[in-house]
């Protein structure tokens, strides 16, 4: 493993797209946000925690490894070995220099490597005494995975790093604690590190993973083959390690008389963000965007203006990209205690008696807002088959395959491929198949807020 030294600074830019033609008396503002981060180095550059660190020292990073350990995981046997060989494949993945632990998860979370409630520091022989340590779990025991993540949470604000993250692998059901519980640990660690989740198998609640991932603003995934888990492991680690600017807000500003009516990320999934606005100030909010890399994301932005009449027009919105900083931080802080990464966009209202401009539909909004509608009636036609109301179900998969026709989002169209009988894509005429293999419906409700983005 190489060691990799401090690189430049990562560069955001922010970029609005939106028809600001209103016509007479309208009140509602669209625009897709498009936030791109570009040119930076490894984790540990300046901007991730310019109160943290001088150029070039200390590990900025830590990553905490949830396997579980519960009984079902023996069933069969090579699904616990190979889990083991993911997890190392995973600790293979590490930089030099990087923070991390395993923790084994049953009904309670037990510290696997390095124990004694520290991490550990990643290099070849740390590598090595993860490796075999990892060679102890076994399958046995429940499922409380709130436990797991309260235990990474502890072990993960032990290390004085800008990026915190986890990785939770399950096989079941969370049926060792209530959902309350659940939800509360969820809460608890939000904000505090990012966690992608995965199942593996058939045997776990889709819902349940998604919550997880959905709420550390990580990524959610089906392996349902275990075989698999090793590759995806490395790729998830690898992603983790290109990650170089943690906590990263959008913070959103408008007028007196405006109203934020919602905030989601659209691409390159559909990520509800309006309910973790947090305040900023006078007519601020921030929402939370979590780790970024060299990447690029895109935001519907919603906002009601205070109606007015043809000719007046108003700023609506102004947005910009911060990191809200701990007490006492100075470095790259201005006196309102943020890190301002320097890139803003604006949101405009003008009103118009121009038909023709004030109906046009901005080829972006209209483009994610489908994409949403997507993901909603892919969601609901899967309960209501679920419920058995078929009628209902093929009635909602018909518009999914005919909204992903129109989009051109060709992996969702091929997943519902495995779950209806296209019969006209463009009309969204389907039929239920009579049996369906159900990794493959698992597969489209894990992926169904994955989306594709808009060509510009």
Request: with cysteine; net charge negative; aromatic share 4%.
């Amino acid at each position: 493993m190489a060691n990799f030294a401090k690189s430049n600074v990562p560069r955001f830019s922010v970029d609005v797209y939106q028809n600001e033609y209103l016509p007479e008396g309208g009140r509602e503002v669209n625009a897709i946000v498009t936030v791109t981060a570009t040119g930076g180095g490894t984790i540990g550059s300046a901007v991730a925690a310019p109160h943290l660190y001088a150029p070039g020292e200390g590990p900025s990073a830590a990553v905490v490894l949830m396997v579980d350990c519960s009984g079902s995981m023996d069933y069969p046997p090579t699904k616990m070995r190979n889990a083991r060989d993911a997890t190392a494949a995973a600790i293979d993945a590490l930089r030099d220099g990087v923070h991390f632990a395993v923790v084994g998860g049953t009904h309670a979370a037990k510290e696997v490597y390095p124990g004694a409630g520290r991490l550990a520091v990643a290099d070849a022989a740390t590598r090595e005494q993860a490796r075999r340590a990892l060679r102890t779990l076994s399958a046995g025991g429940g499922t409380a995975i709130g436990t797991w993540l309260k235990l990474a949470d502890r072990l993960l604000a032990s290390a004085d790093v800008a990026i915190r993250h986890g990785i939770l692998l399950t096989d079941g059901r969370n049926e060792h604690e209530s959902s309350e519980d659940l939800k509360a640990a969820l809460q608890a660690c939000a904000g505090r590190f990012t966690c992608d989740a995965r199942g593996v198998g058939t045997d776990w609640e889709v819902k349940e993973v998604t919550a997880i991932a959905s709420g550390l603003l990580g990524s959610a995934d089906i392996v349902a083959d275990p075989a698999g888990l090793a590759d995806d492991f490395t790729r998830m680690m690898e992603t983790a390690m290109g990650k170089e600017v943690a906590d990263v807000a959008l913070r959103l500003w408008t007028p007196l008389g405006a109203t934020v009516k919602f905030v989601k990320q659209v691409a390159p999934a559909v990520e509800e963000l309006t309910g973790r606005r947090t305040g900023a100030g006078p007519r601020s909010g921030d929402y939370p965007l979590g780790s970024w890399g060299d990447e690029s994301r895109d935001y519907h932005v919603c906002v009601e203006v205070p109606a007015a009449g043809v000719g007046q027009e108003m700023l609506a919105a102004r947005l910009s990209l911060v990191i809200p900083q701990p007490a006492g931080a100075s470095a790259g802080s201005g006196a309102d205690g943020v890190h301002k990464l320097g890139a803003q966009g604006l949101v405009r209202a003008v009103w118009t008696d121009d038909m023709a401009a004030s109906t046009s539909i901005n080829p972006q909004v209209a483009h994610y807002t489908g994409q949403a509608e997507l993901a909603h009636v892919i969601q609901q036609g899967l309960d209501l088959r679920k419920a058995g109301d078929f009628d209902g179900a093929t009635s909602k998969l018909g518009r999914a395959v005919q909204l992903a026709s129109v989009s051109g989002n060709a992996d969702t169209a091929k997943l519902l491929a495995k779950v209806v009988d296209v019969v006209d894509a463009t009309t969204g005429t389907v039929r239920l198949k009579a049996r369906v293999e159900e990794a493959d419906e698992m597969t489209l409700e894990t992926r169904s807020t994955k989306t594709v983005r808009v060509k510009k």
